[in-house]
Nanobody, 120 residues
Framework: QVKLVESGGGLVEPGGSLRLSCVASGITFSAYTMTWYRQAPGKEFELVADISPFLSTTTYPDSVKGRVTISRDNAKNTVYLQMNSLRPEDTAVYYC?????????????WGQGTQVTVSS
């Protein structure tokens, strides 16, 4: 059974920092691209960051570039999202996603999400 479990969300003041974690089980973690998405109330899912398997190449959209860092520890089956200089518009539920394509089949798994609220 595949499980992705996020943690680390909470309430933080503007300008503060949070580190989210996502622990995966039931998959060969090192072979998966790991992605953090977020969804704010009334808005669509937004990609926050992703990190490739093997070379750990990272990608960030302009909305978070320079404030967010994604990293992975394959020995711990864990992906992290370090968020700094948080803004009220970063308030959302943050989801961890793992995906890979093998023999033309896509394997795609999601966590349950963790709430991040940025407010004074």
């Amino acid at each position: 059974q595949v499980k992705l479990v996020e943690s680390g969300g909470g309430l933080v003041e503007p300008g503060g920092s949070l580190r989210l974690s996502c622990v995966a089980s039931g998959i060969t973690f090192s072979a998966y691209t790991m992605t953090w998405y977020r969804q704010a109330p009334g808005k669509e899912f937004e990609l926050v960051a992703d990190i490739s398997p093997f070379l750990s190449t990272t990608t960030y959209p302009d909305s978070v570039k320079g404030r967010v860092t994604i990293s992975r520890d394959n020995a711990k089956n864990t992906v992290y999202l370090q968020m700094n200089s948080l803004r009220p518009e970063d308030t959302a539920v943050y989801y961890c996603n793992a995906w890979m394509v093998f023999l033309a089949k896509k394997y795609d798994y999601w966590g349950q999400g963790t709430q991040v609220t940025v407010s004074s």
